[in-house]
T-cell receptor, first 115, second 111 residues
Framework: DTGVSQDPRHKITKRGQNVTFRCDPISEHNRLYWYRQTLGQGPEFLTYFQNEAQLEKSRLLSDRFSAERPKGSFSTLEIQRTEQGDSAMYLC?????????????FGPGTRLTVL | GESVGLHLPTLSVQEGDNSIINCAYSNSASDYFIWYKQESGKGPQFIIDIRSNMDKRQGQRVTVLLNKTVKHLSLQIAATQPGDSAVYFCAEKGNFNKFYFGSGTKLNVKP
């Protein structure tokens, strides 16, 4: 257990529905990342927060995706009007915020299946 | 953007042998690299990291080697055990604190 938690662990939804995932980082970490991972591939960067500020967003993050970190602690990732292509593992990771070479620690992920 | 690739998608080794997993990266400005182990259905687990000002770093049964000249990274696992069976990823920290991952190498340890 890295100290990064994600909820839910599994989500099955029908196409067109909205889903929201939550990530709780390690408490003293002020950097938080979201990744998407499909079968047989490495994690793909989606977005990155430093405290409550969203500093980077991937082109993978379409208009249907939105992420927030309102108080600089937990974060949510929402997918609107889900599509079958959204089926993947969604991973959250956190890092301390002070050094360029701080390690990144992952949570267990949320497995999304869109029917 | 940056790309990180792995030379071998699958590696099979005998229990007790040493394993070497390789990784190539493309951004010569990357200053930090991490190796992760991922078991089925779980998130990536940190194994070892290395800064770009180092050539080698050792942990418990694992060693990471960095060759900046050819932009190559390797993970060596000594005395491989069945519990080491997993997919291994290298990750490169690129611009703006973004990490880039390769597609992974699956390590199979035969008893």
């Amino acid at each position: 257990d890295t100290g990064v938690s994600q909820d839910p662990r599994h989500k099955i939804t029908k196409r067109g529905q909205n889903v929201t995932f939550r990530c709780d980082p390690i408490s003293e970490h002020n950097r938080l990342y979201w990744y998407r991972q499909t079968l047989g591939q490495g994690p793909e960067f989606l977005t990155y927060f430093q405290n409550e500020a969203q500093l980077e967003k991937s082109r993978l993050l379409s208009d249907r995706f939105s992420a927030e970190r309102p108080k600089g602690s937990f974060s949510t990732l929402e997918i609107q009007r889900t599509e079958q292509g959204d089926s993947a593992m969604y991973l959250c990771a956190s890092r301390p915020g002070f050094r360029s070479t701080d390690t990144q620690y992952f949570g267990p992920g949320t497995r999304l299946t869109v029917l | 953007g940056e790309s990180v690739g792995l030379h071998l998608p699958t590696l099979s080794v005998q229990e007790g042998d040493n394993s070497i997993i390789n990784c190539a990266y493309s951004n010569s400005a990357s200053d930090y690299f991490i190796w992760y182990k991922q078991e089925s259905g779980k998130g990536p687990q940190f194994i070892i990291d290395i800064r770009s000002n180092m050539d080698k770093r050792q942990g418990q049964r694992v060693t990471v080697l960095l060759n900046k000249t050819v932009k190559h990274l390797s993970l060596q696992i000594a005395a491989t055990q069945p519990g080491d069976s997993a997919v291994y990823f290298c990750a490169e920290k690129g611009n703006f604190n973004k990490f880039y991952f390769g597609s992974g190498t699956k390590l199979n340890v035969k008893p």
